[in-house]
């Protein structure tokens, strides 16, 4: 009985520490826009606060995005076949092969415009499956704009 007690004990003091340890930012992917010094492709932080949004790459502040100067928010997915690791896979089992051809990948990417008296820019980034929603979400609640879903969108000539 004392053992449960200790190992509870323990517990409840190490969560506390492990909630003040968690870094509050979203990794994501920087897909391209108006950002100088970052490449598409690079992995930067995401950080949405009451103030603004930040992107920050390597110690470094990239952007800082007051949440009154967001115009747009914009959301869409890429969909596809997973063609190459089926092929890959048939190499090996024809089978799983076939199979594996038939499951689709998912991107989701998050689109920011903004406009901060003559300073103007946008960015794409694309987010991780479990925290997409998550990262709308919180640009919705700070900035009070709603996402617009761009693959609903049609375009019209």
């Known amino acids: ?10 517990l409840c003091c190490a969560l506390p520490f492990t909630a003040f340890a968690a870094d509050d930012g979203y990794k994501v992917v920087y897909d391209g826009g108006s950002l100088q010094g970052v490449k598409a492709g690079n992995d930067v932080k995401l950080y949405i606060g009451n103030s603004g949004i930040r992107l ?3 110690k470094t502040d990239l952007v800082s995005i007051p949440a009154n100067s967001v115009t747009e928010i914009s959301y869409g997915q890429d969909v596809h076949r997973r ?6 896979l048939a190499v090996i089992s024809f089978g799983i092969g076939a199979l594996m051809a038939l499951t689709k990948s998912k991107k989701h990417f998050i689109g920011v415009t903004w406009a901060d008296g003559e300073k103007k820019g946008g960015l794409a980034m694309q987010c991780d499956k479990n925290e997409y929603r998550g990262i709308l979400s919180g640009l919705e609640g700070v900035t009070g704009k709603k996402a617009i879903n761009s693959d609903a969108l049609t375009v019209k000539n």
């Open 1 to 10: 009985m004392k053992i449960k007690s200790l190992i509870t004990a323990l």
């Open 83 to 88: 063609v190459g690791a089926a092929i890959g």
């Open 56 to 58: 920050h790459k390597d």
